[in-house]
């Protein structure tokens, strides 16, 4: 079992930036892959950026060159670093784990870019 929390949402004006956190509890060394998904009302759950161990990223093409992802010290927490938010990455942010052949979602965190 896999258990993830998400935190580091909230208000953001256009431009600026936040930090995600995911932090997985559990067997975490069965952890082989980890996305960050988002979900705006209305729309379908999308992928934003993609981590298969500790380096191979793949983002996708909405937020390429403004978003990382990385897994940090320690080795239960990854992270979403967000540059130059703009309206449309207005959503609630969701961490999945892929482990056991299984997929773990944590609860998600809203990010609301707005002046």
């Known amino acids: 079992q896999v258990q993830l929390v998400e935190s580091g949402g909230g208000l953001v004006q256009p431009g600026g930036s936040l930090r995600l956190s995911c932090v997985a509890s559990?067997?975490?060394?069965?952890?082989?892959?980890l996305g960050w998904y988002r979900q705006a009302p209305g729309n379908q759950r999308e992928l934003v950026a993609l981590?298969?161990?500790?380096?191979?990223?793949n983002y996708a093409d909405s937020v390429k060159g403004r978003f990382t992802i990385s897994r940090d010290n320690g080795k239960n927490t990854w992270s979403l670093q967000m540059s130059s938010l703009k309206s449309e990455d207005t959503a609630v942010y969701y961490c999945?784990?892929?482990?056991?052949?299984?997929?773990?979602w944590g609860q998600g965190t809203q990010v609301t870019v707005s002046s």
């Open positions: 999945n784990a892929r482990a056991f052949g299984m997929d773990y």
């Open positions: 559990g067997s975490i060394s069965a952890i082989y892959k």
């Open positions: 981590i298969i161990g500790d380096t191979t990223t």
